[in-house]
């Protein structure tokens, strides 16, 4: 029987890498139109690469930018690049269609509801505050949480503890085939793959179920296998 639904949290709930496009193309114009000489394309080429080297999430894209292409930080051009990114950040940051539905329609029927993201703790809390999510979920498990990254089980582990389930009672829901559905499986989770959320264009997914709408959960759960009461 689920008792508990466990949600990976970018690209999964809300369209990271839509937003992550938005708001870089904006700072850069930003940069640029605030004297950093260089090319739309020049710029957004080193911001790749550095994103490659230190990852997705990497909190100093900008400074790493600057001192690469001008051989230190400018702060005026920094500034402007930071304020674009984050006015493209807010307007761009949506989840996708039927989360909000789906969510309090799960907590509804007595679901515990948690998140398992390798995103920064700030960065992740920020996102479900700007969301109006932090109050729908009983737990969320980040990389500083952990110490370690999916597919490692000790974030799902984690996450099973705080919501005081079993790993044969939860269901967990996520994008990413090589990590949230290994990660989940290995420790006895029942896996939802969102395919809807998918940009690794994944052809076998290995998921119980594949979701291209994140509301197909309701059903899912209501089936034969689950009351839908979550109890």
């Known amino acids: 029987m689920i008792r508990a639904v466990v949600f990976d949290l ?20 930003a940069m640029v139109d605030a004297g950093l000489l260089a090319t739309f394309e020049e710029v ?4 790749d ?3 490659r080297q230190e990852g997705i999430e990497y909190q100093r894209v900008f400074n790493t930018l600057l001192t690469r292409m001008l ?23 949506v989840p996708y269609p039927h989360v909000h539905l ?29 969301l109006q999510l932090h109050h729908v979920f009983d737990a969320v498990v980040t990389f500083e949480d952990s110490g370690v990254r999916k597919p490692s089980p000790e974030p799902f582990r984690k996450i099973l503890s705080l919501l005081g389930v079993e790993p044969t009672q939860s269901l967990m829901v996520g ?5 949230d559905i290994v990660g989940a499986a290995k420790v006895g989770m029942k896996t939802a793959f969102a395919r809807y959320g998918d940009t690794f264009e994944t052809e076998h997914a ?9 509301r197909q959960l309701l059903d899912i759960l209501a089936g034969p ?5 979550g109890t």
């Open 71 to 93: 051989g230190e930080v400018d702060y005026k051009i920094l500034a402007a690049g930071i304020i674009g990114y984050r006015r493209a950040r807010e307007a761009a940051l």
């Open 225 to 229: 296998s689950d009351d839908g009461d």
């Open 102 to 130: 789906t969510l309090y329609e799960l907590a509804k029927r007595g679901y515990k509801l948690g998140i398992v993201s390798d995103a920064p703790q700030l960065e992740a809390w920020l996102r479900l505050c700007y």
């Open 49 to 51: 690469e550095i994103y």
């Open 175 to 179: 994008d990413w085939a090589d990590r």
């Open 10 to 29: 970018d690209n999964t709930l809300v369209d990271f890498m839509a937003m992550k496009n938005r708001a870089v193309e904006a700072a850069i114009r």
């Open 44 to 47: 957004k080429a080193n911001i």
């Open 206 to 214: 290995n998921a119980d179920y594949e979701l291209t709408d994140i």
